[in-house]
């Protein structure tokens, strides 16, 4: 809420660092500038780590990031995380509230899937499917995963093509309201 009303009461004055145009976390920093209503100049890098650098050295205001890249410089208390952009808690940063807790609805989430070409037989997919499943389930996995602030997201086929068009309409908005072009 604090840096909403920053950057509401300072129109244009916050530059939003990314790891580049179109990127996850681009489009993760104009849903929130979409659903708040705010003005923030969009400062495109080419990759994370220099965007980071220039956020660390205060060139920029805010970034939106992925927890693994970020979390170590958050805990060492070189940066101040104002919320986190999945619809829970992070196990690793429990203090940090969501963003959605000040902005009703907002839930920006980076995942990662494997994928076959369309028309690979059921069988394949299946077998696929429960491999990942038993990689995903393991222990040492998940601690690895909760330290960098990522939780593993097994799920059936059918889940997971769900999901792909769920997030596929959600992203396409917020692209078009971005005015995002591919470099």
Do not use: C
Request: net charge neutral; proline share 6%; glycine share 10%.
């Amino acid at each position: 809420a604090e840096f909403i009303a920053y950057a509401k009461a300072n129109p244009g004055k916050v530059n939003m660092a990314s790891s580049g145009s179109g990127t996850s976390v681009h489009m993760s920093g104009e849903l929130f500038r979409a659903m708040t209503g705010i003005e923030m100049q969009h400062v495109p890098y080419r990759g994370s780590a220099p965007a980071m650098q220039d956020l660390l050295t205060n060139r920029v205001q805010v970034m939106f990031d992925n927890l693994p890249g970020s979390i170590t410089h958050i805990k060492a208390g070189a940066l101040r995380a104002l919320g986190v952009t999945a619809g829970k808690r992070s196990d690793a940063l429990a203090d940090v509230p969501t963003i959605g807790e000040t902005v009703p609805g907002y839930e920006a989430v980076v995942w990662y899937g494997i994928v076959a070409p369309k028309g690979t037989p059921s069988e394949i997919v299946n077998t696929l499917n429960a491999a990942v499943n038993a990689v995903l389930a393991d222990p040492k996995l998940k601690a690895r995963l909760a330290e960098l602030g990522g939780e593993a997201m097994p799920m059936t086929p059918t889940q997971f093509g769900k999901l792909m068009a769920d997030e596929t309409e959600k992203w396409a908005k917020v692209v078009k309201f971005s005015g995002a072009k591919a470099d």
